[in-house]
């Protein structure tokens, strides 16, 4: 059974950065894509960003430059970078294997 655990959320004023983990368990992780997402309230879930097994990553348009995604296959865990927070990034951030969720991270940007 695969198991995702998230961590690293908070809250940080407007111009500030957050280090969201994510610990997974149960799968062959380095072979496995990853994805981060995020759903504000009110709101539908979004893809945030995604790393290949390999590296290779993608963002929404929203948060290239920056937030970066990346991965230590050593550790079994994803981490997203946030920096330049803004309010509209407030939301509980989820990561996932596309099939296995974890339980989300509240992330609030306020002053």
């Known amino acids: 059974q695969v198991q995702l655990v998230e961590s690293g959320g908070g809250l940080v004023q407007p111009g500030g950065s957050l280090r969201l983990s994510c610990a997974v368990s149960?799968?062959?992780?380095?072979?496995?894509?990853m994805a981060w997402y995020r759903q504000a309230p009110g709101k539908q879930r979004e893809l945030v960003a995604t790393?290949?097994?390999?590296?290779?990553?993608n963002y929404a348009a929203s948060v290239l430059g920056r937030f970066t995604i990346s991965r230590d296959n050593a550790k079994n865990t994803v981490f997203l970078q946030m920096g330049s927070l803004k309010l509209e990034d407030t939301a509980v951030y989820y990561c996932?294997?596309?099939?296995?969720w974890g339980q989300g991270t509240q992330v609030t940007v306020s002053s």
């Open positions: 996932s294997t596309g099939w296995a």
């Open positions: 790393i290949t097994s390999s590296g290779s990553t």
């Open positions: 149960g799968a062959v992780f380095r072979e496995t894509p």
